[in-house]
């Protein structure tokens, strides 16, 4: 038994090493044509165009570099898996390719993301930090009243959003709990497509759901509690879940043992266990959508987000710098009440 | 006809575990059964499998000469009514008062709706009462279960499956986490309920002393067989050192 279970798990990781192999052989000869040829040695600012003959060619010699690193095992991925015969030269090649690699891959993000220190100490950047922080730090008090309306409108598009994804990722979690869902093939099936389902809409961010919905329903609030609702439910019935699936198993054995219904045993034996960290999770998610209410607002989603935006389109940096005032005062309260409420909760 | 008949009874674990090994066992109505062996050793198994808590692999469970190895949804429910359940952890609800706990040992007979409204109909709250006066709560009945001491916690979830009005009573280790002294008492409570109501136990234990003091009849499981049957008198320094292993020494609980 223990000895099969071992040879199951070196043959996957046998082949996940292969992969992984291939992969890193490819990726190897990518960055350093594209990135470390052209960018880094000739300084190209526009590169040639890519073209299939090109990409099958990077396929092939990466496949070729991979399959013989593996098979010579000089393997970067077996060394990963620390599955390298003690042969040192060998492993010296694997973990030499590694360092490349990851000399090379930091050297890409060097390029890709354009990092130029030249135009972050550059004369004209500069001026352009000192007007736009002076302008932060001298917040322009008039529309104040303006500001605290939208800030109410992003605590309540928080509050609605949490309120309506409580009872829906109470009941899904449920469902989504492993321990309460093995009895039967049945209801492992809805186990395993309700979790696929509910990791898929979690993996999506909120600031997305908001774009769907802003076409859906319209630019505004409504928008905006909607996204962060569907986000809600996905992850507190992530969390509710798994406090789920931890609970003592005891009393949910004893409730069984007095004949008592399926439903009469989650009632008595699971509930108790779970209130009151189910409480403390909806708290700190509420806390939690406030901060994602204000950046949805950014993509329309309605509250102090969408006036953002606007005043910053308009340049009126002085505007701004009394939103993100208000908006940083509103998240430390807000944080720091939930905190205190869910010390004493718990 | 014997109350409880397990028959070639085996149960192998998704782990490869093999808790149990062709059990062949009769229970008689009335008995005070204990089942000693080491941690391990399949005890906890073996009394999961009579009331389906845990399902066998193989092998036949027969109740009153009904076969209940199969049987499911209501009238699996219905069977385990008749069989109430002690544990070595208690299995409380741990932020809910001792009446209520109590109460739940009748959900077998209350319609789900209403239970789970907690909606207890005034004769079973009675009632709840007369089972903690048998095992002497009844002055701590709105207590939170979490505040009482392991010996209370214990004999309240004797109250809760004396709700069931159960023909047999399954208690898995049910002194293991006490003191000596409150050990004797819950066991006390066991022991009159067999000769007073008549009830069946059966009673996993570890000290071989308590089995002495209790037990009208023993059976020993080593790595899920059944090695000994007998009284426990019967018990001799060989069959000791037989189930417990040559290194064993006996210890006396006071």
Not at chain 2, 50 to 63: F, K, V
Not at chain 2, 152 to 160: E, H, P, W
Not at chain 2, 200 to 205: E, F, K, R, S, V
Not at chain 2, 216 to 224: D, E, I, M, N, P
Request: proline share 4%; net charge neutral.
């Amino acid at each position: 038994m223990g000895t099969e279970t071992k040879s199951q798990t070196t043959t996957a990781q046998k082949f996940q090493a292969l992969i992984l192999d291939i992969f890193f052989g490819i990726y190897f000869v990518v960055t350093l044509h594209r990135v470390f040829y052209y960018q880094v040695l000739l300084s190209l600012r526009k590169l040639p165009p890519v073209t299939v003959e090109i990409v099958l060619l990077y396929i092939g010699i990466g496949t070729i570099m991979g399959l013989a690193l593996f098979f010579l095992n000089a393997s970067p991925g077996k060394r990963i898996f620390r599955q390298l015969p003690d042969i040192p030269w060998k492993k010296a090649v694997a973990e030499h390719f590694l360092w490349i690699i990851g000399v090379l891959t930091i050297a890409t993000g060097w390029v890709v993301t354009r990092v130029s220190i030249l135009d972050f100490f550059s004369q004209e950047g500069l001026a352009g930090a000192k007007r736009i922080f002076s302008a932060l730090l001298s917040p322009e008090w008039s529309i104040l009243p303006q500001a605290l309306l939208a800030i109410v409108e992003t605590i309540y598009l928080a509050l609605m959003a949490t309120l309506f994804a409580l009872p829906v990722a109470f009941i899904l979690s449920f469902f989504t709990a492993r321990n309460l869902m093995r009895q039967s093939p049945i209801t492992l099936g809805i186990y395993t497509v309700l979790r696929v389902l509910v990791n898929f809409t979690r993996s999506i961010e909120p600031l997305i759901w908001a774009i769907i919905f802003t076409v859906w329903v319209g630019i505004g609030p409504f928008a905006g509690t909607l996204a962060l609702m569907v986000h809600t439910i996905a992850s507190l019935t992530k969390l509710y879940s798994e406090q789920i699936e931890n609970v003592d198993p005891g009393p949910i054995e004893a409730i069984e043992a007095t004949g008592a219904h399926p439903m009469q045993v989650i009632w008595f034996a699971v509930v108790p266990q779970i209130v009151l960290p189910f409480l403390s999770f909806t708290i700190y998610r509420w806390d939690i959508n406030v901060r994602m209410a204000t950046i949805i607002g950014l993509v329309g989603g309605g509250g102090i987000g969408t006036l953002l935006m606007q005043y910053q389109g308009l340049a009126q940096w002085h505007e701004v710098g009394l939103l993100v005032l208000i908006i940083a005062i509103v998240v430390w309260i807000m944080d720091y009440l939930s905190a205190r409420i869910r010390e004493a909760l718990v | 006809m014997a109350l409880i008949e397990l028959r070639k009874l085996n149960k192998i674990y998704p782990n490869g575990v093999h808790a149990l090994v062709d059990v062949d066992l009769t229970v008689q109505e009335g008995e005070f059964l204990v089942v000693i062996g080491l941690s391990g050793s399949g005890k906890s198994t073996l009394l999961r499998c009579i009331n389906r808590l845990i399902e066998p692999t193989s092998g036949q469970i027969l109740y009153r000469g009904q076969d209940v190895t199969h049987i499911q949804g209501k009238e699996l429910r219905q069977y385990r009514k008749k069989i109430g359940m002690i544990f070595q952890q208690f299995n409380l609800i741990k932020r809910r008062t001792v009446l209520l706990n109590v109460l739940t040992g009748a959900l077998g007979s209350l319609p789900v709706l209403p239970s789970i409204l907690e909606r207890f109909p005034d004769n079973l709250r009675q009632e709840a009462m007369e089972k903690l006066r048998i095992v002497g709560l009844e002055d701590k009945w709105n207590v939170r279960v979490d505040a009482l001491s392991g010996g209370q916690q214990q004999r309240v979830a004797i109250a809760r499956s004396l709700m069931q009005h159960p023909e047999v009573l399954l208690a898995d280790e049910p002194v293991a986490s006490l003191d000596p002294a409150t050990s004797h008492s819950v066991m006390k409570y066991l022991k009159q309920l067999n000769t007073d109501y008549g009830m069946t136990i059966i009673c996993n234990l570890h000290f071989l002393s308590l089995v002495r003091t209790y037990g009208t009849r023993v059976v020993a499981l080593k790595q899920g067989k059944l090695i000994f049957q007998g009284k426990p008198e019967e018990i001799t320094q060989e069959w000791f050192k037989e189930i417990y292993g040559e290194e064993a020494e006996e210890v006396e609980i006071a």
